[in-house]
């Protein structure tokens, strides 16, 4: 490695809400938690290992990787790993030959200046992201000199959630190679004892299952799994392994109590999971989304789900289903009971169901929380029973109410704290946190259905998980005046196979014993539940447990509280939202936890100096991606490569004034450029003369005053789309889509919500937003509507084109776009500080040119079309001259067609 190589690593957290600042493709079947990846091409991974430890549900898993460049020169190791969403990192460290590099938390925002610093000596990246359903992925790379060494350790913790009636533990297992010696090994300790343990693997064949070796007896239990390099040979004498999928643990505790009270060290925690109850009778307004956005596959999925959890409901249960579009309406004006006749209707009635207009969700949710308040006071549900709100929708409201304060306000004002709502987001183009908030003030939880093919099989599991209610109006309480620092400890509702956790601080040291007492109503009446612990036994019952880490009641107690602290936040506002905010970042600090609040920086003393690298915690509300770079620098001096932030972007585009960004998946890259020319002139975008269709696009320019002398930006107002083959034109403006098919000529306008479906094209218009067109010869694409304050002094509406689609235009096909949807390959080179501190310069080889380049962003706009997501590109300066073919002038034609 040698002694000149500090490295600097940051995993920048992106705020909530804002989709990414990378273009990415929908994210397919990353399952599950905890996962292992560690490859590279001429490096030797000679030893991965996953230790687990597991005390009362809270999980500390640490990732050991160990690799060996075998080389004469030095290579590239990587080391990745898929993590709980709902965990916290407390350590990662580099061991190169034999030196250890350590982690410390700092608060975020002195990670950031130091972030700032190195980025302007120029560094190489590596890439961090959240990417699956519950899994963000870690990823850091660094260069090994020959026949070295390094080791990659991380650790993080987790509390594992009961659902279904297990503790479920996953880890992904990919190492991408053989591995020497490949290791997972968990000991669970549960003070209730285990009452049963199973191991399943997506990877095991027969061959593998007797590899794995579990064990439990009384409060202990082990697994291990240890395959040889011949039992991870896909064949014999295959270099490919057979490792490849997730490793599930799931285990159960005996439940002679329905209380667990464990107390240690000043700090208590308390399971409650109660047994032998009867199911409450349920009442549920089912809130669909009906508009336009759910056409096709999503509003099949929601039907098919919907049908099935209709039939899931017992004959006690009562239930309505509201739809909304433009408008809400009900299927019945009261909620009715699920009796098989009903049932049987309601069956009909959604096969009926069709996806068109805009999207009220004001109007669609205060429907279904007043057909529960109606129920309620008509008394035509039973008064001892569990109602709850379910919406589903997959876009951000845009009719009635629209304003989400507003909209927030309103739900809270009519439930009274009386229903939970759970929020189901379906995909990526909607507002998440937005329905996080609403779930959150109102008792209950969002969750977001990724638009797979699996979507109907997770609402149902979904509903599966609130089917039966067997408590409501949850209070636990502990008497003693010594208890402070409670977490959550009222809950409206307690679901069969769930459980809930609470935890806090015991204030007097001399407290022997701690009461907890439980009170809830159930379906007959209600029940009380007491429970004591004595300090001094449960010392004394953790003590023989020699693998389990530290004071881990403690910690529990503040993973716990940072969590529900950043929950909070998410709905805070003013001083309120400060003091929070303070209270989760001195927890984070203290406890040394990744958090949203919180950097680890990783430090390598040199020359009397530290160098420092950051990594930042990711967190859920963005959801299609959250982006993390790790920088790693080599003591200021120019690079021979530079491994751009990976990036697995699906599309190029041209939008704003104008710019331009080009996709390079291979690099897991993009390149930028601009385009400056006058008002008026048309470019031509694409051009395929064997599939016939060609896209140009027309510049407009700001508003102009007389005296105003700064050159104008510019930017499309027209765009012109001819299919010669289908004898098929589409003319986009700002004002209107003029559809010309043959002699056949149709005009939409931007006010219209719309989905057209002719032969040879597919044509959607979302309302004020954007229109989606899909070809027969796969041809897909998207134009974005900007629309500004029709009197603003200097700007006008414009539009902006994005290719989503274009693997099946042919080998001919050119244009200023066009030309890259060949493959394009390029080398970056000395990397070093520019002119702006926060944007490197570099040489960059393309196409047997030698370009200076700086990195930067540009603007993509089709998730936030307000604000737009920055994009991580290399700019390529003066028209991107060089890049494109020829000169930009080049690409200027007569007139739109």
């Not at 082990?222 to 295959?238: A, K, L």
């Not at 409650?272 to 956005?293: C, H, Q, T, Y």
């Not at 998440?432 to 990724?450: D, H, K, S, T």
């Not at 390079?664 to 269709?693: H, S, W, Y």
Request: hydrophobic share 35%; aromatic share 10%.
């Amino acid at each position: 490695m040698g002694k000149h190589i500090p490295c600097y690593i940051l995993l920048a957290l992106v705020p909530a809400l804002v989709t990414s600042d990378i273009l990415i493709n929908p994210l397919r079947n990353i399952q599950k938690r905890s996962a292992t990846d560690v490859h590279t091409e001429a490096i030797e991974i000679y030893w991965v290992k996953i230790d687990c430890s597991v005390t009362s549900r809270f999980s500390r898993n640490v990732i050991t990787s160990r690799a060996v460049n075998r080389a004469n020169v030095s290579k590239e190791a990587q080391f990745d790993v898929e993590l709980p969403k709902t965990a916290f990192i407390s350590n990662f460290t580099l061991t190169i030959d034999g030196v250890v590099y350590p982690g410390i938390i700092k608060e975020k925002e002195v990670a950031q200046k130091q972030y700032q610093q190195a980025v302007s000596r120029g560094q190489t990246a590596g890439l961090v992201k959240a990417a699956g359903r519950k899994t963000e992925k870690f990823s850091v790379s660094v260069n090994i000199a020959s026949s070295s060494k390094v080791t990659f350790q991380l650790t993080y913790e987790e509390l594992l959630k009961r659902k279904f009636g297990k503790y479920e533990m996953f880890i992904k297992v990919n190492p991408k190679q053989l591995v020497n010696k490949y290791e997972i090994e968990a000991n669970i300790f549960e003070p209730q004892g285990i009452s049963e343990l199973e191991v399943e693997g997506t990877f095991l064949n027969n061959e593998l299952l007797p590899v794995v070796k579990k064990s439990f007896s009384g409060k202990k239990g082990h697994v291990s799994f240890s395959p040889t390099i011949e039992q991870q040979r896909t064949c014999d004498n295959c270099t490919t392994t057979l490792l490849q999928g997730d490793f599930v643990i799931k285990y159960d505790v005996n439940r002679d109590s329905a209380n667990d009270l464990q107390v240690v060290n000043g700090y208590f925690v308390h399971f409650f999971a109660p047994k032998n109850l009867e199911r409450l009778p349920k009442n549920v307004a089912f809130v669909i989304d009906v508009s336009g956005s759910m056409h096709g596959r999503k509003i099949q999925q929601a039907k098919e789900a919907l049908t099935k959890i209709v039939e899931d409901l017992r004959e006690e249960d009562h239930f309505n289903i509201i739809l909304f579009e433009s408008s809400a309406s009900k299927w019945k004006d009261n909620l009715i009971q699920a009796t098989p006749e009903n049932v049987n209707q309601s069956k009909e009635f959604i096969q009926q169901i069709r996806a068109s207009g805009g999207t009220n969700f004001h109007d669609g949710i205060m429907t279904g929380i007043e057909i529960l308040n109606k129920g309620y006071e008509l008394k035509s549900v039973p008064e001892r029973s569990a109602s709850l709100v379910i919406t589903l929708s997959d876009g951000a409201a845009n009719d009635g109410v629209t304003d989400p304060t507003q909209i927030q306000e309103n739900v809270k004002n009519a439930t009274k704290g009386q229903y939970p709502i759970y929020n189901l987001g379906f995909g990526y183009d909607l507002d998440y946190a937005f329905l996080e908030r609403i779930a959150r003030e109102n008792n209950g939880v969002a969750r977001r259905i990724y638009a797979d093919s699996d979507a109907a099989l997770q609402l149902q599991g979904f509903y599966d998980e609130v089917a039966n209610p067997l408590l409501t109006e949850v209070e636990l309480d502990y008497k003693e005046n010594a208890i402070s620092d409670l977490t959550q400890n009222c809950f409206k509702h307690y679901y069969d196979g769930s459980e809930i956790v609470v935890a806090g601080r015991i204030t007097d040291n001399d407290l022997n014993s701690i009461t907890a007492e439980v009170k809830a109503q159930g379906a007959l009446n209600e029940v009380t539940y007491t429970e004591q612990a004595d300090v001094e036994e449960t010392v004394k019952a953790f003590e023989e447990q020699q693998y389990i880490f530290g004071e881990y009641i403690e910690r529990f107690w503040a993973y716990l509280t940072i969590q529900q602290l950043l929950e909070a936040r998410s709905v805070a506002k003013g001083d309120e939202k400060g003091n929070i905010t303070a209270k989760a970042l001195e927890l984070s600090l203290r406890y040394k936890f990744v958090t949203p609040l919180t950097s680890m920086v990783v430090t390598k003393p040199e020359d009397n100096e530290e160098k420092e690298a950051i990594a930042d915690k990711p967190t859920e509300g963005t959801d299609i991606v959250i982006r993390t770079l790790v920088y790693l620098a080599f003591n200021r001096q120019p690079v021979s490569s530079y491994q751009a932030p990976a990036a697995p972007y699906y599309y190029s585009s041209v939008d704003g004034d104008p710019h331009f960004i080009i996709a390079v998946p291979q690099k897991e890259d993009a390149l930028c450029f601009n385009i400056n020319e006058e008002p008026g002139i048309v470019l031509n975008l694409i051009r395929d003369p064997v599939t016939g269709m060609t896209v140009n696009g027309q510049l407009i320019g700001d508003k102009k005053s007389i005296n105003n002398v700064i050159p104008q930006n510019t930017y499309f107002g027209k765009l012109g789309i001819v299919v010669m083959n289908r004898n098929v034109s589409l003319e986009i403006t700002t004002q209107n889509i003029i559809l010309q098919n043959g002699v056949k000529r149709k005009v939409f306008r931007w006010l219209d919500e719309v989905t057209l479906q002719q032969p040879g094209l597919t044509l959607i218009i979302k309302r004020k937003r954007s229109v989606e067109v899909s070809m027969d010869n796969g041809a897909k694409f998207v134009v974005v509507l900007h629309q500004v304050w029709k009197k603003h002094p200097l700007h006008r509406d414009f539009l902006g084109f994005y290719m989503e689609d274009s693997h099946r235009f042919s080998e001919q096909t050119h244009g200023l776009l066009g030309q890259f949807f060949h493959p394009i390959d390029f080398d970056i080179l000395e990397v070093h500080p520019g002119s702006d501190p926060e944007k490197p310069d570099a040489t960059m080889i393309v196409k047997n040119n030698q370009l200076t380049v700086t990195r930067g962003w540009q603007k993509d706009y089709t998730v936030d079309i307000q604000h737009g997501t920055n994009i991580p590109c290399w700019f390529i300066h003066n028209n991107g001259d060089g890049l494109i073919d020829g000169n930009h002038t080049d690409y200027i034609v007569p007139s739109l067609f």
